[in-house]
Nanobody, 124 residues
Framework: QVQLVESGGGLVQAGGSLRLSCAASGRTFSSYAMGWFRQAPGREREFVAAINFSGGSTSYANPVKGRFTISRDNAKNTVYLQMNSLKPEDTAVYYC?????????????????WGQGTQVTVSS
């Protein structure tokens, strides 16, 4: 079992920045990959970014590439999502998730555990 708790969401103006955090407990944190997903009203949950078990490999969705950075601190059992140059279309509930493998992956069904989500709202 893995428990995940996100924090750091909020309201920001377009062009601004936010940093999301996700604290994990339960299974050995350094043994599995982590991902961030988002879901806007009326839309399906979509992949944002993923990082492998060690932090040495990352993957990003095209809309956020170059603006968002995923990282992890295995000593603190925490994964982060630094979001810069935010746009109104980034508005969504953001979820962190723990994968069922050590490798960064984009598929929703490859993640077994999910946080409760944190709202990010970007005003124009």
């Amino acid at each position: 079992q893995v428990q995940l708790v996100e924090s750091g969401g909020g309201l920001v103006q377009a062009g601004g920045s936010l940093r999301l955090s996700c604290a994990a407990s339960g299974r050995t944190f350094s043994s599995y990959a982590m991902g961030w997903f988002r879901q806007a009203p009326g839309r399906e949950r979509e992949f944002v970014a993923a990082i492998n078990f060690s932090g040495g490999s990352t993957s990003y969705a095209n809309p956020v590439k170059g603006r968002f950075t995923i990282s992890r601190d295995n000593a603190k059992n925490t994964v982060y999502l630094q979001m810069n140059s935010l746009k109104p279309e980034d508005t969504a509930v953001y979820y962190c998730a723990a994968a069922n493998s050590p490798y960064a992956t984009r598929g929703v069904f490859e993640y077994d555990y999910w946080g409760q989500g944190t709202q990010v709202t970007v005003s124009s």
